[in-house]
Each structure stands twice: as structure tokens, then as C-alpha cells.
């Protein structure tokens, strides 16, 4: 009975470690932010590599995701006709869920292993122990620029990834469905409120924290030799995933229930 309860009990205890690893990792970083020295050659860096480089990988997402929106709403509504709720929905779902979390994910697929990869490279390459000895903080030179890069232009990446998502809805809706343009577009800017909007870039904002703070814990505590960074990159991307979608659950749960 004792070695039962061991055996259940010791992936929870290392689960926990593990979180509280992570938490004193985050609170480190954050912590780090705003005191000098800041490096803001690696912080534009960050935010090129991060935002502009993911921009037309949201975009493609966005797109035929607010096209497929657009289909199957259309579908479910008429047969309740109530086909004219397709402007709406679509834009509220774009807005408030779809576009931050596909965002997230996808920016999580691209940054989180890209950053675990390469943190984890400079690592078994002993590039970190020579931060530490020119006197250089790994983690402030590292890892606080992107988790910042991050956590600035992801709000950015989901605001035009609700723009494209919603073009997507609309190109479908005119061309396959049979919408009015003008009145989709009115039906679009009546039912959607600011509010949808702001707590879509409030989850993008959450959600780039939580990829690079991933892909940076992991790299950073990735394990010697090749397979040490393929597990990093790996974990990193896992983690980040799952995280987005639970952060999303909170969120939501935050925002929209009275």
C-alpha cells in the first residue's frame, strides 16, 4: 500500500518542483526587468525575431481560420435560421478566443523551441559560462530582452491576426455565402465592443510571456549534448503550449463571467 502511494505521489511532488522551479525562474526575470543595465540592441532584436518574423505565420492562421469560422457557423445557424449572427460571431470569436490562443500556439511552435534551442546550444557550447566570467548576468542578458520582446509584441501579433481573421470571415461571407459587403461589415462594427478587443491583447500579452519564459527556462536548464537540446526545445514547445491553454481557461474565466 505504502509503495501505491509513492508511486502516485511522486510525480505530483515532481510536478510541484517543477512549477515552483519555473515560478522562482519568472519571479527572477521579472525582477531583473527594470533595473540596469538593459540591453536594447538584444531587445530590438528580440522583437524583430519574435514579431515580425511570426507575422505572416499568424497571418496564414487567421485567415483560414475566420473562413472556416465563417463556414461553420454559417452551417449550424441556418438551421435555426439564423444566418445573420455570421458577422458577429465571427468577430467576437476572432477577437476574445480564436486569435490569441491559435496566435499563442503558433508563435509557441516557432519562438519557444527557437529560443530553447538556442539558449540551450550556448549552454552545452559553454557560451553562458563566458557571459559569467566577462561579468555578464545570463539571465539579464538573455533571457529578460525576450521575455520582454515577447510579452510587447505579442498584443501586436494578435491584433492583426483579429484584423486578417475577420477579412478571412468577411472574403468567405461575400464570396461563398452570399453577404451583402456593407452589411456584414455594419453587422461586424455594431456587435463588436471594445472589450472583445482589449482582453484578446491583454491573453497576447500573457501568453508571449509564457513562450519565452518557456523557451528560456528550458534552454537554460537544458542537459549536455545534442539530446539534451532536443529535449529542451522539445519540453519548451510542450510546455508552452499547455500553459497558453490554461492561462486562456483562467483569463476567460476572469474577464466574462459575472
Sequence with gaps: MTAAFGALGRPVLQ?????GRVALFAAS??????????????????VLQIGWFSLPVVGLTAIFTGGALALQIYAGGSRFNAESVVPSIVAIGMTRELGPVLGGLMVAA????????EIGTMKVTEQIDALVTLSTNP?????????LAATLAMPVLVA????????GGWLVGITRLDFNSAAYLKNTVDFLEGWDVGSGLVKGAVFGFIVALMGCYHGMNSARGAQGVGAATKAAVVSASVLIL???????EVFFTT
Design 160 to 167: 492583426a491576426g483579429d484584423a486578417i481573421g475577420i477579412m
Design 29 to 46: 526575470v521579472l525582477g531583473h526587468i527594470l533595473r540596469p543595465p538593459f540591453y536594447l540592441r538584444e531587445l530590438g532584436l528580440a
Design 110 to 117: 516557432r519562438v519557444a523551441s527557437s529560443i530553447a534551442a
Design 139 to 147: 539571465l539579464k542578458y538573455l533571457a529578460v530582452p525576450r521575455v
Design 15 to 19: 510536478a510541484l518542483a517543477a512549477l
Design 246 to 252: 490554461a492561462a486562456n481557461y483562467v483569463l476567460t
